[in-house]
């Protein structure tokens, strides 16, 4: 563990390591928890310190991209969030999650649905393409019961069983999805919508 003060200048002069997957790691002299994680290829800015009791460790970004200062700035913002017991890393997670469109839902399903029979597959992708087309990249959270409730009744005008079928697979997602969890083991999204 080597420590230096993190400047422009001082970082250019830093080499890469040899190694392909082998990190060299340096602590900024000033500021406790500030560094820089040297790959093969990257110089990767970073702070680190203990939220309930485990290390964490956050990106704050590459070297060239960002500067020193820029990190800094960003590592102090970071570590004063930590000191408050905030795991920016697992906030970030779950803030991704939260943010899941219904299309990715639907791709994480058929990956995990492999035994579903043809027929089901090809009824799912029309549900998708054709009946739920215009949520595929809302957030599965913005799509409220009321929504459900109309596009259903839009649906049933054509086609009472194609509109079942759609509610059908639509809570299948939802709750295929609720299976998404925080660290603590929470739902973030919540099943059974339709």
Same mark, same amino acid.
């Given at each position: 563990?080597? =420590?230096?003060?993190?400047?422009?200048?001082?970082?250019?002069?830093?080499?890469?390591?040899?190694?392909?997957?082998?990190?060299?790691?340096?602590?900024?002299?000033?500021?406790? %928890?500030?560094?820089?994680?040297?790959?093969?290829?990257?110089?990767?800015?970073?702070?680190?310190?203990?939220?309930? %009791?485990?290390?964490? $460790?956050?990106? *704050? %970004?590459?070297?060239?991209?960002?500067?020193?200062?820029?990190?800094?700035?960003?590592?102090?913002?970071?570590?004063?969030?930590?000191?408050?017991?905030?795991?920016?890393?697992? *906030?970030?997670?779950?803030?991704?999650?939260?943010?899941?469109?219904?299309?990715?839902?639907?791709?994480?399903?058929?990956?995990?649905?492999?035994?579903?029979?043809?027929?089901?597959? $090809?009824?799912?992708?029309?549900?998708?393409?054709?009946? *739920?087309?215009?949520?595929?990249?809302?957030?599965?959270?913005?799509?409220? =019961?009321?929504?459900?409730?109309?596009?259903?009744?839009?649906?049933?005008?054509?086609?009472?069983? $194609?509109?079942?079928?759609?509610?059908?697979?639509? =809570?299948?997602?939802?709750?295929?999805?609720?299976?998404? $969890?925080?660290?603590?083991?929470?739902?973030?999204?919540? %099943?059974? =919508?339709?």
């Amino acid at each position: 563990m080597a =420590r230096k003060k993190l400047t422009k200048s001082e970082v250019d002069k830093l080499p890469f390591t040899e190694q392909s997957g082998k990190q060299v790691f340096y602590y900024d002299t000033e500021l406790k %928890g500030f560094g820089l994680r040297v790959g093969n290829k990257t110089k990767t800015y970073f702070a680190e310190t203990k939220v309930q %009791g485990k290390t964490v $460790r956050v990106s *704050l %970004g590459k070297h060239g991209v960002i500067t020193a200062e820029e990190a800094r700035k960003e590592a102090k913002v970071q570590l004063a969030a930590m000191t408050k017991d905030i795991n920016p890393n697992q *906030l970030q997670r779950e803030n991704r999650i939260k943010s899941v469109t219904l299309n990715e839902v639907y791709t994480d399903y058929m990956l995990a649905r492999k035994e579903l029979k043809p027929s089901t597959k $090809r009824d799912y992708k029309t549900c998708m393409e054709v009946y *739920l087309k215009d949520w595929m990249h809302k957030p599965m959270l913005d799509i409220t =019961r009321d929504m459900v409730e109309r596009k259903h009744k839009e649906i049933s005008e054509k086609s009472e069983a $194609r509109a079942n079928l759609a509610m059908r697979f639509l =809570r299948a997602l939802f709750n295929f999805a609720a299976e998404y $969890r925080d660290a603590n083991d929470k739902q973030l999204l919540f %099943g059974e =919508r339709t």
